[in-house]
């Protein structure tokens, strides 16, 4: 029987791979075929044939009206031809038609000039000539494997440049050899003290140029403060496997993602630090300005540069280097480093929002016992002033504080008269059966009240209370995260339960939401003791 069983597994995880494989493959193929389909959209692209066409089309009539006017003005300018005259039969009539066609003197060196001067300047202002810009959409490229790889590879090799300098530098700030650091130390040093810090920078920018001139004839030049890092070579990938690929998609997704976050951490910690979201940080950096400012107004420029290049130096060389070799030292004093730690990111900001909110929930809901018991004594919960007070709220089963196991006087809210339908997922069952449950929600002024419709009689145990006064976070929740949109779901959190309970599916989510709430804090509020009143 074990053997049997075993059989049995080893048979479902077979399957359980060959339908992995073939879901790979179907994937692949399904990027090879949007491939192929965008190759034929390129071949067959009529109507960007048609724009190209018409672009043309516009270019050659320009052309033709601009050939017209040169020729036009040529016609003006040629002396009359003998050869073609016009027949008179008077010689006053001949006369005075030769008055009309030539011309006068002054006129005709009047054109003579502007064409020579059109000539020689027309072509510099046909450059001047406003042209409206095309506005071209770049056709997308479709995900591919091959070119998602190829692009993380030249984006390597395209930082690598980058990434070496920087790497120099620290090794100059970290004293990883211990003579050069010394030498251009000294060298830095020297060029601040005497004003030649800007000219020793421009120096080294030509020099390295030229090194790189060398380099491209064919020199082999290689210094560097740390030894360079060769990448290992990648062994080729035209005979992956289905699934190789697909983990290599997978690996460089990872890759990609990791590196938008970092990112965005950035982008998103100059943004709050300009936004006074940290405003102790802020205002460092606000007066640290003014500070600046005013100096550079009143000091000599020569003497502010040479301030700034000797803190630049000193902290470059020797401060950074305590720092980096002393951590606590670091984390006590570096005030820059200190505050760029405590910058937060919007991920962050959103997680301390909602920290804060539940610490005001759960601090309200521990003063909630002895206000209430004394509210409730005075006055009744549930009594309203309108006619209709006195009306048993009553469900499909049976009377609604009956099946709930409420006072007489808890009813419904009129916003939730019928319910609302919704399934409860109580995250601390194990079992199918108890962990989702279909039903109707109603919110009463005390009470949150879940209805299962798998209860077969009043009063059972598949229903669920919950007071008001015990909530300790309310939230919109999103089931599951595929499906699009904000979700259809509201988190309740309790003292009684280890998860909190989520009433899912709700169609009307934001609408039970805001009722719930609104009841919730207006609960809240009612229930704390007014200031100054004595404790019981």
């Known amino acids: 029987m074990a053997a049997a069983f075993q059989d049995f597994q080893r048979s479902e995880s077979d399957r359980l791979n060959e339908m992995k494989g073939h879901l790979e493959i179907a994937l692949l193929e399904k990027h090879f075929l949007q491939e192929e389909l965008r190759k034929l959209r390129e071949e067959t692209n009529v109507e960007k044939i048609k724009e190209e066409l018409e672009r043309e089309r516009g270019k050659r009539i320009d052309l033709e009206l601009r050939m017209n006017e040169v020729l036009k003005s040529s016609l003006e300018d040629s002396p009359p031809q003998p050869a073609r005259k016009p027949p008179s039969p008077t010689p006053a009539a001949n006369g005075k038609d030769t008055d009309k066609e030539k011309p006068p003197q002054g006129e005709t060196l009047y054109l003579r000039a502007w064409r020579w001067l059109y000539d020689r300047v027309g072509v ?51 004293w990883h050899s211990v003579y050069t650091s010394a030498i251009s130390f000294i060298i830095y040093m020297n060029a601040a003290w005497h004003g030649w810090a800007i000219p020793m920078f421009l120096f080294l920018a030509i020099l390295r140029l030229s090194l790189n001139y060398l380099i491209a004839k064919g020199w082999r030049i290689q210094w560097s403060i740390v030894p360079d890092i060769t990448d290992p070579i990648e062994p080729s990938k035209d005979d992956l496997t289905v699934s190789e690929k697909f983990q290599l998609v997978l690996d460089v997704a990872q890759k990609a993602q990791n590196l938008f976050g970092k990112m965005a951490d950035v982008l998103e910690k100059i943004k709050n630090l300009f936004m006074w979201v940290q405003p102790e940080i802020t205002q460092k950096l606000y007066i640290s300005l003014w500070v600046a400012f005013l100096s550079s107004c009143i000091l000599p420029f020569k003497l502010v540069g040479f301030m700034i290049g000797l803190y630049a130096g000193i902290k470059f060389f020797i401060i950074d280097f305590l720092f980096k070799s002393c951590p606590k030292l670091r984390d006590k004093y570096d005030t820059p480093h200190i505050d760029w730690n405590n910058l937060p990111t919007d991920p962050q900001l959103k997680e301390r929002t909602n920290a804060t909110m539940s610490r005001r929930l759960s601090g309200s809901e521990k003063i909630q016992p002895v206000v209430a018991r004394g509210s409730l004594a005075t006055v009744p919960c549930g009594v309203n002033l309108d006619g209709d007070s006195a009306r048993i709220h009553s469900t499909k089963k049976g009377a609604f504080h009956e099946i709930f196991n409420v006072s007489e006087n808890e009813r419904p809210l009129p916003v939730c008269d019928n319910g609302w339908r919704c399934c409860l997922i109580n995250r601390d069952r194990k079992m199918p059966t108890d962990y989702i449950r279909n039903g109707m929600l109603y919110v009463t002024e005390n009470y949150l009240c879940f209805e299962s419709s798998s209860s077969k009689s009043a009063a059972s145990k598949k229903n669920k209370v919950i007071k008001l006064v015990d909530i300790t976070d309310i939230q919109k929740y999103k089931v599951l995260s595929v499906l699009p949109g904000s979700g259809m779901g509201i988190s309740i959190a309790t003292p009684s339960t280890q998860k909190p309970l989520v009433f899912g599916a709700m169609i009307h989510r934001d609408e039970a939401f805001e009722a719930i709430f609104t009841q919730y804090m207006k609960i809240i509020t009612t229930s704390r003791p007014p200031s100054g009143s004595p404790e019981l």
């Open 124 to 174: 510099y202002i046909e450059d001047f000539r406003f042209v409206p810009e095309e506005n071209t959409v770049e056709a997308e490229e479709p995900l591919s494997a091959k070119r998602l790889t190829e692009n993380m590879r030249r984006l390597k090799r395209g930082a690598r440049p980058v990434t070496n300098f920087m790497r120099n530098l620290s090794a100059l700030s970290n």
